[in-house]
């Protein structure tokens, strides 16, 4: 049951934190990681297992779009990016986040919360 | 096929993608001053389990399945092409079962589930009446259907027929092929024709409304069909069909437009009809004759506008949106109005109900048609489908010895992390793909054997009997349903090895301890190796029961003489010139000339003992027999003084029938059992009795024995009648007077050779007058075409090769599982040997695992064959319900043919040598 938990929390985590990066503008499964991790000071490493499956969820979801791209070097490549059920989700999913954080916050620190009002 | 290729698609796309990731993570490496091998190294590691990150991703889509299963059906594949000799067991096991199953199923189909021969065939219905009585009845007169067809508005079109005719074919040109067919025939050959005592020519003709091919919808192959009624009378014409034009005038363009003669007749042939069409029958006849001119072909009889002569079958074609029930409606409001034209004693002339089913060539309506084809349709699908239970208990046994023998392998893929479930499916694919392979082969088995039966069933008769067309052609439904058996059975029997083995498997994982197999699936493969012994076992007892049914029937001490006894039936010309005294004597004269034959010893008028007799009360005191007084029911029939002489019937007591002034006497000879039933220790002769048919069946314009009191003047030799219980044996013999011989057979007793015979009485009869014809037929080939004979003959030729069928399936279960048995306990033997058991131990050892299963297969199988003949006792004749020798006999050559097919692989265990044994794992 916790692992169970755990997982869920990842996942929802990782969507919010894929649309976020992809709010920016189109790119490719590698260049999410990339900003992903150059947005959280290397902090966070999306390893390729938890990536991949993820942006074929979110396809599925229709809430980013795929097309295919050709690469300077004449590659094909996959380039997702935001759709407007995309636009919202991230919303959400961002006042989601924020009441999550809030919460936890509140939880880590009561006596701030007592002294605010 | 769409899902596919997507599938394929998806799967190209996250390859190209991954692909692109690495290259991109090795690019950057090498610009951050990585060597191209880190670079490639470290971008891998990063990056992970390639394929499970692809396994992942695609799971998301819900592919999974997909992959699977193809990884399943590939992976199957090779593990049957690892075990060939297993495979192509299993795939011809199978393939047997499921081939029988699909031949009867496509016989019935072909031959009982069929529609009419027309375009929209849907459309088509039957028609009948469900009378006040409850009975159905689909046979219409003229007037009626004349009635029906103009007056209703639910059918686009409602035709007629008569059925089946022969007639004489004259004016026809020579036809030399005709003879040497009728011997070619089939029919023929089992000596079910007639020999045919005339040089005249018959051909069968169909008789059908003038409307019949427009309504059906059928084109003529050439020429054109009938016209108007009021045209036909003006012109007689007939058509003739494609398979009689090939057959008698090998296709000669000329004949149309020509005249042929029908019954003397002559009528001009106008059109040819399509190959094998068959119209609303089974054969296709040579001719087609339209309804109005039959009484033109038959001007004693054929009364068409007679209201109470039902000739007709009538089927009509739906108008368009209409349905059954709404022409059911209309058709129960006409036939009211229709009852009062009736003779309102009869039947006819109460309130019936319309029945209209879907066409098909058969008078009634599938539920109605008689119980015994039924039954036989019932009981052939009961033993194909126990065939193809053999089969399945039959690969699911050899499945559990393969699955005992792969522990090693599952146990293997279950520590690798397969789950339990992935394991039976993996199983389960293989079962499948066995029984697809299976159903591939059966279909192929069963087509070829169905197109040979279809040409046999095509020469059955010859020529002039028309031709029987068996349709077998590509149906998509027994496609279905071969493959829908295939795959069910394929489940079926995978699924109870699969579960099993993958159980064992399981369990087995934790023990390190192989080699022997487990309990429980010893248990379950001998389950299948019994039921399979059980199911073949009460398949073989009830064929080896109707063989022997058939030879009692033929062995069987009738009586009388039936191998030199010609049962002679004499047609005359369909001419008022031969009038009922002209035919008498005709007769007569007939009798006396045979007489005079040198090698003939008798001769009588009678109707040939075969066909089983009429019923009457019998009643003792004088008085008329009735409910109160009736002493009890026994056959009767008419003979003359000669009929004795001429079976060979011994008179046991009193004296023959005596005429007195040319009228026979009042008195009757009975039967040995009739008069131990009337007079029990007494002696009958002296004794008298009245008859009365009152309540029994008899046609029309049929003597009868009412009335008179009839002296008892004698008793003959017991005789075995038509009945399978032998109840006709108890008969009484009334004397017929001679006024009428020509409503009998002729009997005649020979020294002559049976086969040379017909070509004498042929030269006496067209020495008499050469217009009438005749038919012969000895005595013994009669009883070769009754119930009593044809009804077990043909359910043993059905029952004996499923049965042998069965047997061999079985026999092959018990050879391929102990030869598995053999296998896996090689090192047990090993020990065995090592410790010093002989060869004969080993051996005994083997058969010791396989006779138990068997021993408690034969036990339920005889329970099995006890029930299956208590349902066949109607077809027995002479035999108890439990043929003691049948059963004691078909069970012991059953035990030691399985015996001996454990005993083959068993010496195999025999030879083994205890180091290579101990050394085998």
Redesign the interface.
């Given at each position: 049951m916790p692992y169970q938990n755990r997982m869920e929390l990842l996942q929802g985590t990782l969507d919010l934190l894929i649309l976020q990066t992809l709010m920016w503008g189109p790119r490719?499964?590698?260049?999410v990681?990339q900003a992903i991790r150059a947005n959280s000071g290397e902090l966070l490493q999306v390893?390729?297992?938890s990536l991949?499956?993820a942006?074929?969820?979110l396809e599925?979801k229709k809430w980013i779009g795929a097309e295919?791209k050709v690469?300077e070097n004449k590659?094909?490549?996959?380039v997702y990016k935001l759709t407007a059920a995309g636009r919202k989700r991230l919303t959400q999913e961002r006042t989601r986040w924020e009441q999550i954080t809030d919460a936890i916050a509140g939880v880590l620190n009561p006596a701030k919360k007592e002294n605010q009002p | 096929m769409k899902h596919w290729w997507n599938w394929r698609k998806q799967s190209d796309e996250l390859e190209k993608e991954i692909q692109h990731h690495l290259q991109m993570a090795e690019t950057e490496r090498i610009e951050r001053g990585a060597s191209q091998n880190e670079a490639q190294t470290g971008a891998r590691r990063e990056f992970g389990n390639v394929g499970l990150v692809k396994e992942l991703a695609r799971d998301v889509w819900g592919w999974r399945w997909v992959e699977d299963l193809y990884e399943d059906l590939r992976f199957g594949m090779r593990m049957l092409g690892k075990s060939p000799g297993f495979t192509a067991v299993a795939i011809l096991t199978l393939a047997l079962g499921i081939g029988v199953n699909t031949a009867a199923f496509t016989a019935y189909k072909a031959f009982l589930d069929r529609s009419l021969d027309a375009r929209d065939s849907s459309e088509m219905v039957n028609l009948a009446l469900i009378l006040h009585s409850g009975a159905a009845d689909s046979y219409f007169s003229y007037p009626d259907y004349e009635t029906y067809r103009d007056r209703l508005h639910s059918f686009s079109g409602l035709i007629a027929d008569s059925g089946n005719e022969f007639l004489t074919l004259s004016d026809a040109g020579n036809s030399e092929s005709r003879r040497s067919s009728a011997d070619g025939s089939l029919a023929g050959k089992l000596g079910l024709l007639p020999s045919n005592i005339s040089d005249k020519e018959f051909a069968s003709t169909m008789v059908v409304s003038e409307n019949y091919f427009s309504v059906l919808g059928v084109l003529p192959l050439r020429g054109r069909t009938f016209g108007e009624i009021s045209e036909l009378a003006a012109s007689p014409t007939v058509l003739i069909s494609e398979n009689y034009w090939q057959k008698r005038f090998a296709g000669d363009p000329a004949l149309l437009g020509k005249s042929i003669r029908l019954n003397g007749v002559a009528l001009t042939v106008i059109g040819i009809t399509p190959r094998n069409f068959v119209g609303t029958h089974l054969l296709v006849p040579d001719f087609w004759l339209p309804l109005s001119l039959s009484p033109l072909l038959h001007p004693a009889g054929g009364a068409l506008r007679d209201r109470e002569n039902l000739c007709c079958l009538v089927r009509g074609r739906l108008a368009p949106g209409v349905s059954i029930e709404q022409a059911r409606a209309e058709m129960t409001v006409l036939a009211g109005q229709l009852s009062a034209l009736h003779d309102p004693h009869s039947e006819w002339g109460k309130p019936a109900t319309a029945l209209i089913w879907p066409g098909s060539p058969f008078p009634l309506p599938p539920e109605r048609l008689s119980g015994g084809l039924k039954y036989a349709v019932l009981l052939v699908m009961v033993a194909v489908g126990m065939v193809l239970v053999i089969a399945c208990a039959n690969v699911a046994s050899l499945q559990l010895a393969r699955a005992a023998s792969r522990q090693n392998e599952l146990r293997m893929r279950l520590s690798l992390g397969a789950s339990r479930l992935r394991l039976v499916r993996q199983l389960l694919t293989e079962s499948a793909l066995l029984g697809m392979l299976a159903g591939v082969v059966a279909l192929m088995l069963s087509w070829t054997f169905m197109k040979g039966l279809a040409t046999v069933a095509a020469g059955a008769f010859p020529a002039q009997y028309g031709t029987l067309i068996f349709r077998v052609s590509p149906d998509p439904g027994i496609f279905a349903y071969v493959f829908t058996i295939s795959l069910a059975a394929g489940i079926l029997f995978g699924l109870a090895p699969a579960l099993e083995s993958s159980r064992s498997a399981l369990s087995a994982a934790l023990k390190a301890n192989a080699g022997t197999s487990p309990m429980r699936s010893r248990r379950l493969r001998g389950t299948f190796i019994a039921a399979q012994v059980a199911v073949a076992l009460a398949l073989m007892i009830a064929g080896s029961m109707l063989i022997r049914s058939c030879i009692r029937a033929l062995k069987v001490d009738t009586g009388y003489d039936i191998k030199r006894v010609v049962n002679l039936t004499v047609q005359f010309p369909e001419d008022p010139k031969y009038n009922a005294e002209r035919e008498s004597a005709l007769v007569r004269e007939l009798r006396t000339r045979l007489a005079d034959l040198p090698d003939v010893a008798a001769v009588t008028s009678a109707s040939p003992p075969v066909y089983g007799y009429r019923r009457a009360a019998v009643s003792l005191n004088g008085e008329t027999p009735s409910a109160q007084n009736t002493r009890t029911v026994l056959c009767f029939s008419y003979v003359q003084a000669s009929y004795f002489q001429t079976l060979g019937i011994p008179l046991l007591l009193g004296r023959n029938f005596q005429m007195q002034a040319g009228q026979p006497e009042l008195s009757v000879i009975l039967s040995e059992s009739a008069a131990k039933k009337l007079w029990p220790d007494e002696n009958p002769v002296g004794r008298s009795l009245r008859l009365g048919t009152d309540g029994q069946f008899h046609r029309k314009d049929e003597a009868l024995p009412d009335g008179p009191t009839y002296q008892v003047i004698g008793v003959a030799g017991d005789t075995r009648g038509a009945t399978f219980d032998g109840s006709d044996a108890e008969l009484v013999y009334v004397p017929l007077a001679d006024d009428r011989p020509q409503d009998y057979s002729i009997l005649v007793r020979t020294w002559s050779d049976p086969e040379r015979f017909p070509h004498e009485v042929r030269a006496v009869i067209s020495s008499i007058d050469p217009d009438l014809t005749a038919e012969s037929h000895t005595l013994s080939e009669l009883v070769r075409m009754t119930a009593t004979f044809f009804l077990p003959a043909l359910a043993a030729v059905i029952a004996t090769p499923v049965g042998l069928i069965g047997l061999f399936l079985a026999l092959m279960g018990i050879y391929g599982t102990v030869s598995y048995i053999v296998v896996l306990r090689t090192r047990e033997v090993g020990i065995r040997m090592a410790l010093g058991a002989k060869k004969r131990d080993v051996v005994g050892l083997m058969l010791g695992e396989i006779t138990r299963p068997v021993l408690a297969g034969l036990f339920v199988g005889m329970f099995l064959a006890a029930g299956a003949s208590y349902l066949l006792r109607g077809a027995l004749y002479g035999l108890n319900t439990v043929d003691g020798i049948t059963f004691v006999s078909v069970s012991a050559m059953f035990l030691a043919i399985a015996l001996f097919a454990a005993w083959l692989p068993s010496r195999q265990a025999a030879r083994v040598d205890p180091v290579v044994a101990l050394r085998y794992e």
């Open positions: 490719h499964g590698y260049g990681a390893d390729a297992g991949y499956p942006l074929h969820r599925k295919w690469s590659q094909d490549v996959k | -």
